[in-house]
């Protein structure tokens, strides 16, 4: 009965938190100024220089709405920070992030949140990507701590099963996470992730099996040879489709050509293989609104609203 209703209060909570973010939350608070406007600025003059800040933001959103929920926690500088945190230490976007802050600070100083530019940017670089347009509510607050041993994301070779289990306890759905790893279509790895995959899978001193034949080789041959001196960019999409968030991720899992365990096995496990191949096929015209939608629920997680947290000054730094 007490863990009954604990569930019940922590629902209540929840759903009362995601009720107090809203469309247009900004609107009215910043003068004249267009809060999304003034950041939808900013990401397109960093997407016109370089495409992959797309990939950027949605690792940062990510990472940030997985530990501590949506609230800028990775953010905050410190010697034992998210920042600092393994996982953390290639993500990048921080920089943009910063900016956007600045610009808005002079325009209406202590009123627009970091959690809010990381959730708003992220939307804006989707749709310069070739996303669907789609509303983000705002409304979120900062949090005040950051501490890398809170750090618990899912690692490239994490078990379908085990990512499910995680992603649940986010309140996301498989499906879901099935829609966000789509994530993946704009994202790059290196060949020091896979090389066991290319060369001792499961310590059978050869490549997986599940990764069609030709592709393998090209894979070895031409971008992470076994004594390679260099840890070389892989990228987790065909090449067409680098820097375009479509369903062609989808379609290389079903030919056989996921790079990361965790993509590989998307395809083939029961709980998520039909997902993969509907999303490649019949259902590839909705992605578009499919990853959307999974990524206002990805902004939703563990949101802090009205008088928690606060609003910095300073995106790195509490106030």
């Known amino acids: 009965m007490k863990a009954a209703l604990l569930s019940l209060l922590w629902l209540s909570l929840v759903l009362h938190s995601h009720a107090q973010l809203q469309n247009g939350f900004y609107n009215g608070k910043c003068g004249t100024n267009n809060v999304e406007s003034t950041i939808q600025k900013y990401v397109a003059q960093r997407f016109a220089s370089d495409q992959t800040i797309v990939a950027g933001l949605l690792r940062l959103m990510f990472h940030d709405c997985f530990v501590q929920g949506c609230d800028a926690s990775i953010l905050l500088d410190g010697p034992q920070s998210e920042k600092t945190a393994i996982p953390n230490k290639t993500v990048f976007g921080f920089d943009l992030i910063n900016q956007i802050k600045a610009a808005l600070e002079s325009m209406c100083p202590g009123v627009v949140s970091c959690a809010d530019i990381i959730v708003a940017a992220t939307r804006d670089a989707t749709v310069l990507a070739g996303g669907q347009q789609f509303d983000v509510q705002t409304g979120r607050r900062d949090g005040t701590t950051s501490f890398s041993w809170l750090v618990n994301l899912p690692p490239p070779d994490i078990s379908v099963a085990d990512s499910i289990t995680l992603f649940e306890s986010k309140g996301i759905s498989s499906f879901d996470m099935v829609v966000l790893m789509a994530g993946h279509t704009v994202g790059v790895t290196h060949c020091s992730v896979i090389k066991n995959r290319l060369y001792n899978y499961q310590g059978t001193g050869g490549p997986d099996p599940s990764m069609l034949g030709w592709y393998m080789w090209y894979i070895q041959t031409y971008v992470c040879p076994k004594d390679a001196l260099w840890d070389n960019i892989v990228y ?66 563990d949101v802090l609203t009205g008088t928690q947290g606060q609003i910095r000054k300073v995106c790195n730094s509490v106030n």
């Not at 259902?283 to 629920?297: N, R, T």
């Open 236 to 301: 987790l999409d065909d090449y067409s489709s680098l820097y375009t968030v479509d369903n062609s991720y989808y379609k290389q899992l079903v030919a056989g050509k996921g790079i990361l365990p965790i993509d590989a096995e998307l395809a083939s496990s029961w709980q998520t293989s039909w997902a993969v191949n509907l999303l490649a096929n019949e259902w590839g015209s909705a992605f578009p609104s499919m990853f959307s939608q999974a990524l206002v629920k990805l902004g939703q997680v």
